[in-house]
């Protein structure tokens, strides 16, 4: 069964305290990985998409980064504007032009001053 | 932003009562997707369109229904709403099945 996890559920971090979430996958034909930032109230906002291992993409403070079972979302310096949930998915593949994604429960990921 | 306004942005309702929830689009985007949200469960899709009257069940879709009559406009209706359909519901764009989904701010619907 395709499946997405991620860990830790939840993460506290002192402002300038660098860490990583991780998304853990079990899917068959891996077409691409997508990571996204969710603020409450509020839809995810698109941040990347990974398509082969070793692939490795960065914006600002944020690097993500794709394995064959695996993808890492590298914070670099977080700052507190960088509090939000950050959600996993991964597009298992195409049926009848059917862009499926599994998504990941997410990280809660607080950085406090 | 993409341009996607889900209206309502709350809803109360009864148990039994339809439901009603739209997504409109300015993006002449061909793919629309609704999901809905729920604690420790992820986003889970319901229905999907990949084209005007072109819809497909997603891996939730037992009690709801689509509708695509225009481009911009995906409908979601609850045709007897139940309490475990209390959720918030997104919806989501793409103009390739291959290009990341981009998505609304969401409608919270609470079922009593």
């Known amino acids: 069964e395709d499946q997405v996890t991620q860990s830790p559920e939840a993460l506290r971090l002192q402002e300038g305290e660098s860490s990583s979430l991780n998304c853990s996958y079990t899917?068959?034909?891996?077409?691409?990985l997508f990571w996204y930032r969710q603020d409450p109230g509020k839809g995810p906002e698109f941040l990347f998409t990974?398509?082969?291992a070793g692939e490795e993409k960065e914006k600002e403070r944020l690097k993500a980064t794709l394995t064959k079972k695996e993808s890492f979302l590298h914070i670099t310096a977080p700052k507190p504007e960088d509090s939000a949930t950050y959600l996993c998915?991964?597009?298992?593949?195409?049926?009848?032009?059917?862009?499926?994604?599994?998504f990941g429960a997410g990280t809660r990921l607080a950085v406090h001053p | 932003d993409a341009g996607i306004t889900q209206s309502p942005r709350h809803k109360v309702t009864e148990t039994g009562t339809p439901v009603t929830l739209r997504c409109h689009q300015t993006e002449n985007h061909r793919y629309m997707y609704w999901y809905r949200q729920d604690p420790g469960h992820g986003l889970r899709l319901i229905h999907y369109?990949?084209?005007?009257?072109?819809?497909d069940k997603g891996e939730v879709s037992d009690g709801y229904s689509v509708s695509r009559s225009k481009t911009e406009d995906f409908l979601l209706t609850l045709e007897s709403a139940t309490s475990s359909q209390t959720s918030v519901y997104f919806c989501?764009?793409?103009?390739?099945?291959?290009?990341?989904?981009?998505f609304g701010d969401g409608t919270r619907l609470s079922i009593l």
């Open positions: 989501a764009i793409s103009p390739r099945v291959d290009q990341p989904q981009h």
């Open positions: 369109s990949y084209g005007v009257k072109d819809t």
């Open positions: 990974l398509y082969s």
């Open positions: 899917v068959s034909g891996l077409r691409g």
């Open positions: 998915a991964v597009q298992a593949g195409f049926s009848g032009g059917y862009n499926k994604l599994i």
